[in-house]
């Protein structure tokens, strides 16, 4: 299965530090979105998007709110989706894991955790 | 008039004398009280001067902040671009390297080419964690705009101070309005660690599939 994936942030720094790791991991095939609505148009427009990495402080519609929105859309709702994010405590772990996120990366983070949570993402999804 | 009178009026004065006796006595504490207030009305104009030039130097402030945040995002967009050229001249290195390969073997020794390899590669390495270490500017901006969120309220608060000691003047309030970024949002407990403890807790939930309440993650971390 060839990947695409769907680069979720408000911060430009963020979107090409998490597109240079998919790169350096041989991931070259991927769509940036400025935010969650941004994401939601872009999801809409290209059904080749096959995994969501996204951040969840963004304005407008956050990650958590994206998250919710794709589990909630019969087209979208098989999609895995990884939070990658500042958000720590367990409350919020909680919170993402109860929407339905496949897994989730605490930044800063290192390419080796991103590329391990995205191949756990991908075992279970191949099972 | 009968004597029961006269006693009467006696009497009524009496009471006069002594409301005139404790008057006496009064009105150098009026006095003083006066005297007190005149001293401290020029006192709560000075608190609310101070108060007023503050709160219309705090939008400045917030808008320096956002200035920083703007600032940064901008040196490290131009930093990632550094970075990736210095990427794109070493992949051209390594294959020029790896092309030549052997043309190289009969000039240099087989431990001075694998010592150009592996700097090669440390050199990829260390472009990678400078990129890495751009996060920073992320969780920067999120703490600068949790900086920004606090003085929001405590302008508004002098706001309000204000409105009590002026009675309401809202049209200057109005004035100090804050024009915040809308577009930054922000986690008020972002943090550059760089320490795996928070992704453990993070993938000690995530393996725990069952977990689906504060209380079972809780019971969890033993709490």
Redesign the interface.
């Known amino acids: 299965m060839t990947l695409k994936f769907l680069v979720v942030d408000d911060s430009l720094t963020m979107r090409r530090i998490v597109a240079n790791s998919l790169k350096n991991l041989g991931y070259e095939n991927f769509v940036e979105a400025v935010d969650g609505s941004d994401a939601l148009n872009k999801l809409a427009a290209d059904s080749t998007i096959n995994f969501i990495i996204t951040d969840w402080n963004m304005p407008g519609l956050s990650g958590l709110d994206l998250l919710k929105a794709i589990r909630s859309n019969e087209k979208l709702k098989k999609l895995p989706v990884l939070m990658v994010t500042t958000r720590g405590v367990k409350e919020d772990i909680v919170d993402a894991m109860t929407a339905g996120v496949n897994n989730y990366v605490i930044k800063p983070f290192t390419p080796q955790v991103l590329k391990e949570k995205i191949n756990q993402i991908l075992e279970t999804y191949n099972r | 008039m009968g004597s029961k009178n006269i006693v009467q009026v006696f009497n009524k004065l009496d009471d006069l004398k002594l409301v005139f006796n404790y008057g006496q006595k009064i009105i150098p504490i009026i006095q003083n009280l006066i005297d007190f207030m005149r001293e401290t009305v020029p006192l709560l104009e000075n608190i609310n001067n101070s108060i007023s030039e503050s709160t219309s130097k705090i939008p400045k402030a917030s808008h320096k902040i956002n200035d920083v945040t703007h600032a940064t995002?901008l040196a490290?967009?131009e930093i990632?671009d550094m970075v990736?050229n210095i990427s794109g001249e070493i992949s051209k290195l390594e294959k020029t390297y790896d092309g030549k390969f052997n043309e190289m073997k009969s000039i240099f020794t087989a431990e001075e080419l694998e010592g150009a390899k592996e700097s090669i590669k440390k050199i990829k390495d260390y472009s990678?964690n400078i990129?890495?270490?751009?996060?920073?500017?992320?969780?920067t901006?999120?703490q600068l705009a949790a900086v920004n969120h606090l003085i929001e309220s405590v302008q508004k608060k002098l706001g309000e101070l204000i409105n009590d000691i002026e009675d309401a003047d809202l049209d200057k309030i109005d004035r100090m309005n804050l024009e915040l970024d809308?577009?930054?949002?922000?986690?008020p407990?972002?943090?550059?660690?760089?320490k795996?403890d928070?992704?453990k807790?993070?993938?000690m939930?995530?393996d725990s599939n069952n977990?689906?309440?504060?209380e079972e993650?809780?019971k969890l971390?033993c709490k």
């Open positions: 995002e490290t967009t990632l990736d990678n990129t890495l270490s751009l996060q920073v500017q992320d969780i901006a999120q809308e577009k930054i949002t922000f986690d407990n972002a943090s550059y660690i760089k795996d928070h992704q807790v993070a993938d939930i995530m977990l689906s309440s504060q993650v809780d971390f």
